[in-house]
């Protein structure tokens, strides 16, 4: 390899490793309700984007109000459009993120809708 393409390698290397993860890179964005699919109480998908709602944590699939977390959810984001606010990139790849509708937090509005999973001290 010729010294300025080994270089360029090299820089292109660094860059990559430098760059933060893929939800903390990209600025908010706005995405119509038909392009989301709700998950559960707590997240959905965006195209191949996994998008977890952060400030909140809604019961798992199959417990107790797992199922009208996620339709109430599902109902919030189809009030859209829906803005997203990536804020990091979490260990399962998940983009976290602020998500607002009608310039309302969604997480805000399910926890005061009693959604949350209860904090164990």
Same mark, same amino acid.
């Given at each position: 390899? =010729? #010294?300025? *393409? &080994? $270089? *360029?390698?090299? *820089?292109?290397?660094? %860059?990559? %490793?430098a760059? /933060? +993860?893929?939800?903390? @890179?990209?600025?908010?964005?706005?995405? %119509?309700?038909?392009?989301? &699919?709700?998950?559960?109480?707590?997240? !959905?998908?965006?195209?191949?984007?996994?998008?977890? %709602?952060?400030?909140?944590?809604?019961p798992?699939?199959? =417990? /107790?109000?797992?199922?009208?977390?996620? @339709? @109430?959810?599902?109902?919030?984001? &189809?009030?859209?459009?829906?803005? $997203?606010? /990536? &804020?990091?990139?979490?260990?399962?790849? @998940?983009?976290v993120?602020?998500?607002?509708?009608?310039? =309302?937090?969604? +997480?805000?509005?399910?926890?005061?809708?009693? !959604?949350?999973? #209860? =904090?164990?001290?």
């Amino acid at each position: 390899m =010729r #010294p300025p *393409a &080994r $270089i *360029a390698c090299v *820089a292109v290397a660094l %860059l990559a %490793l430098a760059a /933060p +993860a893929a939800g903390a @890179r990209r600025g908010p964005y706005t995405v %119509l309700p038909s392009a989301i &699919r709700v998950h559960d109480g707590d997240t !959905f998908y965006v195209g191949a984007e996994t998008i977890r %709602l952060r400030g909140i944590d809604t019961p798992e699939l199959g =417990r /107790p109000r797992s199922h009208m977390a996620a @339709r @109430r959810l599902a109902a919030l984001l &189809r009030e859209g459009p829906v803005t $997203i606010v /990536p &804020r990091l990139e979490d260990v399962y790849g @998940r983009t976290v993120a602020d998500v607002y509708v009608g310039g =309302r937090s969604v +997480a805000d509005i399910m926890r005061r809708e009693g !959604f949350a999973k #209860p =904090r164990v001290h």
